[in-house]
């Protein structure tokens, strides 16, 4: 299995604080990698450097071989890593719809002469991007709200429509961070459905969970953070016997 | 059936005004103008970036255009070119510093350099000093000088249609669309996120917006037959943006529509420029307060209150800047 | 250059004291925009309405000083209540909305100032007339009068910011609302004094500038472009900053005017704002 995310050496400082000391991961081409840790472990930090929204004080970033670490956030999303944000961000005023196609934008060039003169070709296209933004929603079952404002819709819709944001993008690796939180039982449920059946066929994922359960039912591996260092990556069924993952956990219930 | 409409709303401008007294086509020509700016601002308002300083890049133009006809000579025409082109290069140099400021930081660098134009303007005889530049001359058309009001009217006319037409389509092509996802700079984030670069685009647009008020304030300059720097002041972007606000930031048709009924309601206030300001002032605080969605939401406005009624309910105190 | 040297400190000790009374108008902005995060544009209306307020209550209605300075703080107490309640209240939430109302607010009040005022020149005689001499430096009492005032207002203010109940309730909303929410601070009322007290703040200032500067409706832009300098070099919502960027501001305009003539200072001001925003956003010691 080639790797197809490699993180190495990554370190990150905030000032004297140390956020990420010396992480290194590989991911294979089409694993499910859960990433886990406690409140402050590094998580959001790390998939924000991964995603290009902050730059690592060292290490590198490579995607399938490529070194990326220095590329800004928009051109790593065009050479594929999506992502989610830990708050549910969208284009607030926008349908679901749009905010789908504001993703698809990366796959055709801006055009801008054909469009202002509105050639037949363009507005094909347009349609296109428009059929494939509905399919989109269609796959994560929320077909239905295209046409709502997503400011409008409760969190469950919102963080499906998030998701179809970022899988807009065709990325190779996405970075779903906290997919479940904020959900009910039966919504988390849904999108973890989601997660490991229709959308792990089209990329890798890496997903930052706080509920073990969750890594422990739908992960290949899971790979866990404690004040920003890699204390554990391998096989979820082993979580509850490392000793180092139970005593950064310390008593948490959730571990069973 | 819009563009029936349309089609017949420019026939009538083209083919009605040999009948119209000078003072109409003074209103006319004022409103086309003030559409423009108001549009070209919208631009910029779609992105969430609201500037107090359009005037100083409308100044640039109208300046611009006014020295190269007065101290070089040059063909009217191109100076109309020249005053855009100024505009959009400030704005682009400027933009890669101004921009990447948000919320009041932006609205309060544009509004200074706004002012520091005025200034300069003011300081500098090369400029004309506080008295401005007299004797800017019409342009040639065939041998003939547009000195009048009709055959200027054509000229701003023809400009002011041919750039509200390319901002319509613009904001309705995909570079449009692009730009309603810049709004914030959680959405930029986001945007970033999936393959946008929003630095290009938010410069991009600031440089077309600059552009057509240049273009504009250049045709401005050559219709007033001078240039001052109390002419494109403070109150002068204040009104674009009441232009727009009043008629509402959802659509196109929003800022046309809040510039043509304020600018002719404006131009029957002439006699006091106070009770102009203070009308405009009232009228902006309504639509304010009452009408959500601006002027042009007239129609929908039970819709639009309701759907106010259920964003009242727990707001925070402090309101972020967006 | 000798001739200079006493000029400059002159230009420097006027500086001081103009700077005090900027900082008075920006203090009042910086306390509205540190709980509420709205640049009130308004602002520098409130500093003219107070400077007319002299002339009409003292000099044409002959109310002596003091109950003019009285009713002047109740009028920009009740003034700040019902803006806030009226206007900023309803509009929360939108930034967009309440940054143009509140140029819409200012520009209701400049025009009907206009339109009241008409276009001769008033003027409010001296409170204090005179002259001290320090050092062969010449400050005139009255602008010694108005920066003792402003003095005391602004320690006034670190009391009650720092040292009162209420202080604590403003400090706790801007820190954290939702907590200081929870904790039973009335945010509501917390954002009507702060607005309430802006506006006190302001008219107060153009009540002790009246007799110095002459008096038009459009007196109000000069302090309130400068106030926006101060509290964005000085960081929107720090105090100390307003105070120190005041003073800085108002040497920077005095000893500029002196070397390069009023009209380039006051151009110079602004290349000095767009620098420093464009520098360090967060202004030279911004929270926010």
Redesign the interface.
Known sequence: MSAVLEIRGITKQFGGLTALAGVDVTVGEGELVGLVGPNGAGKSTLFNII?G?IPPTGGQVLLEGRNVTRL????R??HGI??T?QQV??????TAR?NV???L??H?P???LA????TPGYRAE?RELETRAERLLDLLGIGTHRDEVVSEQPLGIQKLVTVA??L??EPTVLLLDEPGAGLSHEESTRMMDLVSTVIRRRCTIVLVEHNMRIVSRYCDRAVVLHFGQKIYDGEPGGLTADQRVVDAYLGVAELA | MKTAALVLLLLALVALPPLAEPYMLHVAIVVLMNAVYAEALYVIMRMGYLSFGHAGYIAVGAYTSALLATKLGMSVWLGFLAGGTAAALLAWLLGMVTLKLRGIYFSLSVFAFAEVVNAVFRAFDFFGGPAGIAGVPRPMFFGVRLNTHLGFYYVVLGAAVISLG?LY??A????G??L??L?TR??E??????????ARYKTLAFVVSCFFCGLMGAIHGHYLRFVSPFVFTFFFSTDLVIFNMAGGLGSFWGPLAGSVLLTALGEQLFAAGYYKSLVYAVVLLVVILALPGGLIQLPRLREAWAARRLRWAKQPVATTER | MEVYLPLLAQGLAIGVLTGILYVLVALGLTLIYGILHIVNFAHGEIYMLGAMAVLYLHVVAGLPLVPTLAVIVVLALLLGLAIERGIFRVLRGQWLQLVVASVGISLVIQSVGWIAFGIQEKSVPSYLPGIVDLFGIRLPRERLLAAGVAVVLVAALYWLVYRTRVGLAMRAIEEDEETARMLGVNANRVASLSVALGFVLAAVAGAFVAPVYSLNPGMGLEPILMSFLIIIVGGLGSITGTVLAGLLVGVIQSVGAILFGSEAAYGLVFVVMIAVLVARPAGLLGRV
Do not use: K, M, N, Y
């Open positions: 995603a929204a800004a956030s928009h051109d999303a065009r999506a992502r944000f961000t969208l284009f607030g005023e926008l749009d196609l504001q993703g934008h990366r055709v801006s055009r801008v469009g202002l003169v509105g347009q944001v970022a807009a993008t | 390319f389509r613009l309705a092509t995909r570079f669309f692009t309603l996802a709004r959680d959405t984030g986001l945007a970033e996120s999936v393959g946008i670069d929003a």
